[in-house]
């Protein structure tokens, strides 16, 4: 804890963290050392993690990097913080993100951007950029994030770590902070896939607070680290012809492919043309959602409230418009927007109806394939302020993760070398739903 905190402290450049409980870390650490010495420890003693500031701890504020919720104290714990906690590990702070979880640079922050501790001029991704920052300069040794269309995924690939997303529905959302539901997955950051694995049998599972939450049983991740058979990959051709995508990505990528038929694997490439609808498909239903859920925030039930409104029509318009930043705005209009009587059909409809579709081929495809390869990103991490003026410059940059997002299958992203300025490039590996024990040992076979 002490390492973490001197590490936290030295890189405050970084802006990681919106805050830290160091008295309480550190009267945890105490504690679970004593329980050691007892014998009577948890699964996770020792471990020091750190939770994205859209996930509540009792007794903590929260604030989705928001300023409509300044103020706002928890009065309970996610039920994943909570699971954390009980198996001791030691809970170091909240960390920075993109508003309500909404960017792919964590520049839409109420805190202010942060940094990628391998070049300061460059953004960390999004939304869960904290997090991922957090445990690539060694703030803490895992982290919890939400990826809701590439948070976890897309800012480890930028910081050069692992980023797993886990099933829709493996682990209870109580008490994250909703984006949009039908999407929102808690994710893990971790530098080791054995981390990586004991987390998300600690935190997966059924949950009384969460009816959306799987009951199917959880597997001891950890146990099965190793892939013994050979596996047979499918590539989506569109995927690698698309143009944004860096040259070098995919070199990367294709050569990692080549290594695994070498190594006798199959790797096949399959047509998927659906791949240019995924990223409208996600922005309509996610903005859709995003919009009702939002609602919530009005300026009387929770956090800031505008001082100077005088009737209630005020506090509402006042509170919306000084509390969201420009982003989260932008996507409640949006959604509000596909939500309208003029639209409903068109648009909400439509996505919902093409979601299906790109749910079905790809799980057409993982019967017969054991996993899908992809870059994460199309590009290496960007400089801070290089995509802040074009949201739709911005949207693109997760072309490669909502895929995963839109079909709620697990995805992980991995280390895979890293470009001629030394950026790291990630290699995404998706599974079919509840295969995480696969997707975890072949994520370990090919690092
Ligand atoms: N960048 C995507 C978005 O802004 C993904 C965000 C997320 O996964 N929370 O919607």
């Not at 948070?151 to 902070?177: D, E, N, W």
């Not at 791949?275 to 859920?293: D, Q, R």
């Amino acid at each position: 804890v002490k390492q973490c905190l001197y590490n936290i402290d030295n890189q405050q450049n970084l802006n990681a963290f919106v805050r830290t409980y160091d008295e309480e870390a550190l009267a945890t650490a105490a504690q679970v050392t004593h329980k050691l010495h007892q014998q009577k420890a948890g699964k996770l003693a020792g471990m020091v993690v750190g939770i994205k500031d859209l996930l509540c701890y009792q007794d903590h504020p929260v604030q989705a990097s928001s300023k409509i919720l300044e103020g706002f104290v928890s009065q309970f714990s996610a039920t994943c913080v909570q699971r954390l906690v009980d198996e001791d590990a030691i809970i170091i702070g909240h960390q920075n993100c993109d508003e309500f979880g909404m960017g792919s640079s964590n520049e839409n922050s109420a805190f202010g951007p942060v940094r990628n501790a391998i070049d300061t001029t460059r953004v960390p991704g999004g939304s869960s950029g904290g997090s991922a920052v957090a445990v690539q300069a060694d703030m803490c040794h895992v982290a919890l994030g939400t990826d809701t269309g590439g948070s976890v995924r897309q800012p480890a690939a930028f910081c050069g770590i692992i980023g797993l997303k886990p099933t829709y529905s493996r682990i209870s959302r109580h008490g994250m902070i909703a984006y949009a539901s039908s999407f929102d997955t808690i994710g893990i950051f971790a530098k080791d896939i054995r981390d990586c694995a004991t987390v998300l049998e600690v935190v997966a599972g059924a949950d009384t607070f969460d009816s959306t939450v799987s009951k199917q049983p959880v597997p001891h991740y950890s146990d099965y680290l190793t892939f013994g058979k050979k596996a047979k990959i499918a590539y989506l051709k569109e995927t690698l012809a698309y143009t944004g995508l860096q040259d070098e990505i995919r070199l990367h990528t294709t050569a990692t492919m080549d290594a695994l038929k070498q190594a006798g694997h199959q790797v096949e490439a399959i047509d998927f043309p659906l791949l240019e609808y995924v990223l409208p498909t996600y922005y309509v239903l996610t903005t859709a959602e995003a919009s009702a859920n939002l609602a919530r925030l009005d300026g009387v039930r929770y956090g800031y409230r505008s001082p100077s409104a005088h009737t209630i029509e005020e506090l509402y318009t006042k509170t919306r418009s000084e509390g969201f930043g420009q982003e989260v705005q932008r996507r409640i209009l949006l959604g509000a927007f596909v939500l309208g009587a003029n639209h409903y059909e068109d648009c909400y409809i439509k996505a919902k109806k093409i979601r299906r579709l790109i749910k079905d081929k790809l799980q057409a495809i993982l019967s017969d394939y054991d996993f899908i390869l992809l870059p994460t990103t199309p590009s290496t991490a960007f400089k801070i302020g290089f995509n802040a003026h074009d949201p739709l410059a911005m949207y693109w940059a997760d072309v490669y993760t909502t895929l995963a997002s839109v079909a709620g299958l697990p995805a992980i992203s991995i280390p895979n070398g890293t470009d001629h300025q030394n950026l790291p490039i990630g290699l995404q590996i998706i599974a079919n739903s509840f295969e995480e024990t696969h997707l975890l040992g072949f994520a370990n076979y090919i690092m």
